[in-house]
């Protein structure tokens, strides 16, 4: 038996208070004779002296033990059959369950690695399970039942979602500094992903102490592409499904599959092209080997990708396009499945006004206003008209390029429209209430250096989807933007769509809360250059209205995995109908929801049925392992751990008796020996 406090046990010494009393007690030296006793048998009075003698030793006994055992109590008695100056561990399980464990055996391997790292435990170790996604959080804190970690270790399947390591390895950090231990360790289950450790701090040491064991690296994989979500946009003849193919390994061939959950369309009217950087050749589709027998394939291809390639695909889906429906492209299987898959839902809304604000004093003629105007009938056709002094209609597309519009009652209303999730087209004006506004939202617009040549526009993101429509006009869209003046973006401020210089945006992409703003950093007019009057202009304001429409409706409809989808009006019920989400049965939510699998969702409220496709995040199909080095070994910090303040032996021996607490049954003990000495004594009494 071992003792919590003690130094208690000093108070057993107080068992010779009632010694003392009962050897100082005098017995009377002259007899008293009373009348009415001195009948009485003498036999009898030795008898009940005997008794007397008997009792009074007994109470005696009683109230020793009641001492002895209070004194014991506040002492806390526990049984231990471990050493308790044996050095101890405490360990946390750091689980990277992002979806590019789903690659090949890597789950299987890293968890076994893991289970073998941990090795043999003894009793008083602690060891607590943490994930890295969606946010750092502890799926069993550490504790001294070390199976239920390590049986939910084993019970772990890996999620869709991207994870970083900093903030999980901060966290259990500092939860392990906070153990009486004498091994602080982390056990860190991961693939080693270039995107895990993107953005560490690795200057910034962990709690002195505490130690990281990272996993081994993964062999790369033999074969690995990822198929992007699909873009829809509206043609002449119905929709054009935009399909974008990565491959992260070497040459291979694949086959994509295209599927739509509308048996309306025939499977004989689609065509597709495919575009690889600024040529286009036609793809005619081949019928499928192994045709999916729920849906049929609505196109399958063949595909040759070369190393490394980014491989788009046009797709012409005719037919009808004023009802809902989803697509699903799919590639044949390869070393992660993941992101094999991408999801895309048409769900039909009608275009709102585009609002065209005042033409900036000093310009010579309103080019935005003509050219809009003029195309205002093109498909989608939308209404032409003035910003209102009161509330902006939300499904509309602001085009911007006076100062006024930045500052007072319309500011507050272009913050309101753009919390509503509006769209705004916004040129440059050098105006100082602009200015201020932009570097609100971590946007700065600075002068271009004047020089005697013009500036040029180059460098377009091809990739983007405002881009990639303007070069299938012609490539000569995108050639030809020079200008005498304009103003420039930080590039890692904003997504550039095109460039002044490597470190400076000419155009780019900022999202404002839900919505989204095109900054041009240029005037629509002739003061800086001819460019309103060449045949680019007309085009690029057409095609900027139309993506930032789209920009609208995609938005609404369509998410990644752990990210948030508002879900407006009133409460309705949501399910899943394709892919991983399938299995997600039906929920009665209102407001906002954060799907975790990938797929097709319904949300149905009384007879509208809404559709919104989910993804995986694209960044994490890359499967690039970090090679410089192995910087997070410069986490651990050189500094001995701090002395505890309270000596780690006796936490153990706190935490021992807690989990068989023997106090209480001293106590019971002495309240019963208490009730049998006032029992006892009362017949002593005489």
């Not at 308790?84 to 789950?107: E, M």
């Not at 899943?576 to 929920?587: D, Q, S």
């Amino acid at each position: 038996m071992n003792w919590l406090f003690p130094e208690f046990l000093a108070g057993a010494f107080a068992v010779g208070l009632p010694l003392l009393l009962h050897l100082l007690r005098r017995w009377p030296r002259r007899p008293v004779v009373f009348p009415s006793l001195r009948f009485l048998n003498a036999g009898k009075r030795s008898s009940d002296n005997l008794w007397q003698r008997l009792c009074r030793w007994l109470v005696l006994l009683l109230r020793c033990l009641v001492l002895a055992l209070l004194a014991a109590a506040f002492a806390r008695p526990f049984f231990e059959n471990r050493d308790l100056t044996r050095p101890n561990r405490a360990v946390a399980i750091v689980v990277d369950n992002s979806f590019s464990l789903q690659s090949g055996r890597r789950w299987d391997d890293l968890r076994q690695w893991a289970r073998e790292k941990v090795g043999d435990l003894a009793e008083g170790d602690k060891v607590g399970l943490m994930l890295m996604a969606p946010q750092p959080s502890w799926v069993i804190a550490p504790t001294v039942d070390t199976t239920r970690p390590l049986e939910a270790l084993a019970g772990l399947s890996p999620g869709w979602l991207t994870a970083r390591a900093e903030p999980a390895l901060r966290m259990a950090g500092d939860a392990l500094a906070a153990l009486p231990a004498d091994r602080r360790e982390i056990i860190l289950v991961s693939d080693e992903q270039r995107l895990t450790w993107s953005g560490s701090d690795f200057g910034r040491k962990l709690p002195p102490g505490v130690t990281v064991t990272s996993s081994p690296i993964p062999p790369a994989p033999a074969r690995q592409a990822a198929v992007l979500p699909p873009i829809l946009t509206t043609t002449e003849r119905g929709l054009r499904a935009t399909v974008t193919v990565r491959n992260f390994t070497g040459r291979q061939t694949r086959t994509l599959s295209l599927y739509r959950n509308d048996p309306a369309i025939s499977t004989g009217d689609a065509t597709s092209r495919s575009r690889d950087g600024d040529q286009e050749v036609a793809a005619p589709f081949s019928p499928s080997a192994n045709p999916s027998p729920s849906p049929r394939p609505l196109r399958v291809e063949k595909l040759e990708l070369e190393p490394q390639e980014t491989r788009t695909v046009e797709i012409d889906l005719p037919g009808p396009t004023d009802h809902a429906f989803w697509l699903r492209c799919r590639l044949d299987a390869d070393d992660l499945a993941a992101d094999d898959s991408a999801y895309a839902v048409w769900q039909p809304s009608s275009e709102g006004p585009v609002l065209l604000d005042a033409a900036a004093p000093g310009a010579d003629a309103d080019f935005a206003g003509v050219a809009l105007a003029s195309a205002a009938n093109l498909p989608p056709a939308f209404t032409l008209m003035a910003p209102p002094a009161g509330k902006w209609p939300a499904r509309a597309v602001a085009v911007l390029r006076n100062d006024g519009s930045f500052s007072g009652a319309a500011a507050a209303n272009l913050d309101a429209f753009l919390a509503d999730g509006g769209s705004a087209l916004i040129f440059a004006s050098g105006g100082p209430a602009q200015s201020a506004w932009l570097a609100v939202h971590q946007v700065t617009f600075s002068p271009l250096p004047r020089r005697t040549e013009s500036w040029p526009v180059h460098d377009w993101a091809m990739g983007h989807a405002l881009v990639a429509a303007l070069s299938q006009r012609r490539l000569q869209m995108l050639l030809g933007w020079e200008f005498t003046q304009g103003w420039s973006m930080p590039a890692q401020a904003v997504e550039p769509l095109a460039h002044w210089s490597d470190d400076a945006a000419a155009i780019g992409e900022i999202r404002v809360g839900p919505g989204r703003v095109l900054a041009c950093g240029f005037i629509p007019d002739r003061r800086a250059g001819d460019w309103p009057v060449t045949p680019s202009f007309l085009p690029f304001l057409h095609q900027a209205v139309t993506y930032l429409f789209h920009a609208q409706q995609v938005t609404a409809v369509t998410g990644l995995t752990g990210q948030t989808l508002p879900l407006e009006g009133p409460a309705g019920r949501w399910h899943g109908v394709e892919g991983p989400a399938a299995g997600v049965t039906e929920t009665e939510l209102s407001g906002a929801v954060t799907p975790l699998l990938p797929g097709i969702y319904e949300f149905t409220q009384d007879k509208d049925r809404k559709l919104f496709a989910v993804n995986v995040p694209a960044e994490e199909s890359d499967l690039a392992s970090w090679t410089a080095g192995t910087p997070w070994l410069g986490l651990i910090s050189a500094e001995p751990a701090p002395e505890a303040k309270i000596p780690r032996v006796q936490i153990a021996a706190t935490e021992a008796e807690q989990r068989a607490p023997l106090w209480w049954w001293a106590v019971a003990a002495a309240a019963l020996l208490v009730l049998a000495e006032l029992s006892l004594a009362n017949r002593t009494v005489r």
